[in-house]
């Protein structure tokens, strides 16, 4: 956008027509250049009804409307069809207002944000879509490109359900994505844009996108946090390591790493591995003691030598050869066969 519009200047020159009670009315009413004043206290202050301050506000913006757009108004009317028309015909309120302001060197202010949304409100072009239980606020050029966002919308949280395990588990979201993208005929970047109006989706802190209720995505407890981590990392950690993890990427109250044993200890998801060492059963991790482990390991690989079941326990557990050794010498459990292979005792 040209350096030298103003979008205030712009606003003078539009309640220019307007009387002087109309322009203080609309200015205090939509927050211009101030906080935004109750149609009661506008009452109050000119000594009239707050159904006739609203009068006057609807009459002032039926007037405002049907002004002809010149200049700098025309311009920037232009540039925000344009800016509309390349991210697919519509945006969500607060990511326009952000790359408008960027636009026009405006700073990050509620009343800059006010005047953009009255501009938008009164050049008659635009249409506004309020937020819901489902979507955010958003501006878009026309019904069809509301549609096509909806309709994209609504085939995205299909595919996601669909496919939540390869999503949260395999990471392969890209080319499912992709495959849908392709099939709605958009852009990725169209198709991002359409996405971002709904509340039914978002990327948690290590970018993964997904559904909203996920706790893959959009942890809640301290399980959740912990499970997330550790699926990231897809190796053990110490408990301490991931409260610390957890507690750089959470922005309100940290937790505890006490909190964050405790969550482990109680829940089957998660598998102790070593002192303070915790995997996830759903990466292979096999649950219980060191005995229960090496009986499990001889039962799926057969009688083994020592060498080779140390190193099966290895990869299970964090564990010293010694503490192998002694299970193994345990002969209510286990014997040594005459080769030196270890099987499990028979009852």
């Known amino acids: 956008m040209k350096p030298a519009i103003k979008v205030s200047k712009i606003i003078q020159e539009i309640l220019a027509d307007l009387s002087d009670r109309q322009r203080d009315i609309i200015t205090k009413r939509f927050g211009l250049y101030d906080k935004s004043v109750t149609l009661a206290k506008l009452g109050g202050i000119y000594d009239i009804t707050r159904e ?3 009068q006057i506000e609807s009459l002032s913006l039926d007037s405002i409307k049907k002004r002809k757009a010149t200049g700098d108004l025309t311009f920037f009317i232009q540039l925000i069809k344009n800016y509309l028309r390349n991210a697919g015909g519509l945006k969500r309120e607060d990511f326009l207002l952000d790359d408008l302001r960027k636009m026009i060197k405006a700073p990050n202010s ?3 944000d006010n005047q953009l949304r009255f501009l938008l ?9 309020k937020e819901n239980n489902s979507f955010y606020p958003f501006w878009y050029l026309d019904g069809n490109a509301k549609k096509k966002a909806f309709s994209f919308v609504n085939d995205l949280i299909v595919m996601l359900k669909a496919n939540k395990k390869n999503i949260v588990i395999d990471q392969k979201f890209d080319d499912l994505f992709s495959s849908l993208v ?12 359409y996405a971002g109006i709904s509340k039914k989706f978002i990327k948690n802190t290590y970018g993964d996108f997904g559904l909203a209720h996920w706790r893959e995505i959009n942890p809640k407890t301290a399980s959740d946090w912990a499970h997330l981590v550790l699926r990231k990392e897809r190796k053990p950690l110490h408990f301490t390591k991931i409260a610390s993890v957890v507690n750089e990427m959470r922005d309100d109250k940290k937790i505890h790493h006490q909190t964050i044993h405790n969550e482990l200890i109680k829940d089957n998801k998660f598998v102790l591995v070593g002192k303070g060492m915790y995997g996830l059963k759903e990466f292979g991790f096999i649950p219980g003691t060191a005995r229960e482990v090496i009986a499990h390991l001889i039962k799926k690989n057969g009688p083994m030598n020592f060498e080779k079941l140390l190193n099966l326990i290895l990869k299970e557990r964090f564990v010293k050869p010694n503490t192998v050794l002694i299970n193994l010498q ?18």
Not at 182 to 193: F, G, Q, S
Not at 330 to 347: M, P, Q, S, V, W
């Open 52 to 54: 006739r301050v609203r």
């Open 110 to 112: 509620p009343s800059v």
């Open 121 to 129: 409100k009164t050049a008659n072009v635009f249409k506004f879509s």
């Open 182 to 193: 392709k099939k709605n005929k958009l852009t990725e970047d169209v198709a991002m844009n």
């Open 330 to 347: 345990n002969r209510k459990y286990f014997e040594r066969l005459g080769d030196g292979r270890y099987t499990i005792k028979e009852a």
